[in-house]
């Protein structure tokens, strides 16, 4: 199994980037894998900011985030999207793309550091 984020770099207070996730190596179809996108900030717990169903019927974001970022998925390229607009300082922080499947089946990626400076 292999997940690896890219899109991450620095940004300035207001910009924009696209984190994108591309998954492998699994041992169940794309679509049943309920995906998501973590963040880590420097001396701060890993928290979740994005989630979305297999199919995309469902998502949900951190409050900070809505309205902001928006997370998608392509299955036909086992792919997760964030697209992450009107960014600030306090996004600052390594990403983390995470694929879930019951308990049993959980997987991360090695993240993608978004900074945002001026």
């Known amino acids: 199994v292999q997940i690896v984020e890219s899109g991450g770099g620095l940004v300035q207070p207001g910009g924009s980037l696209r984190l994108s996730c591309a998954a492998s190596g699994f041992a169940f179809t794309f679509s049943s894998y309920f995906m998501s996108w973590y963040r880590q900030a420097p001396g701060k717990e890993r928290e979740l900011v994005a989630s979305i169903t297999g199919f995309g019927g469902r998502t949900d974001y951190l409050d900070s985030v809505k309205g902001r970022f928006t997370i998608s998925r392509d299955n036909a390229k086992n792919a997760v999207f964030l697209q992450m607009n009107s960014l600030k300082p306090e996004d600052t922080a390594v990403y983390y793309c995470?694929?879930?499947?019951?308990?049993?089946?959980?997987?991360w990626g090695q993240g993608t550091q978004v900074t945002v400076s001026s």
């Open positions: 995470n694929a879930k499947r019951t308990l049993t089946y959980v997987y």
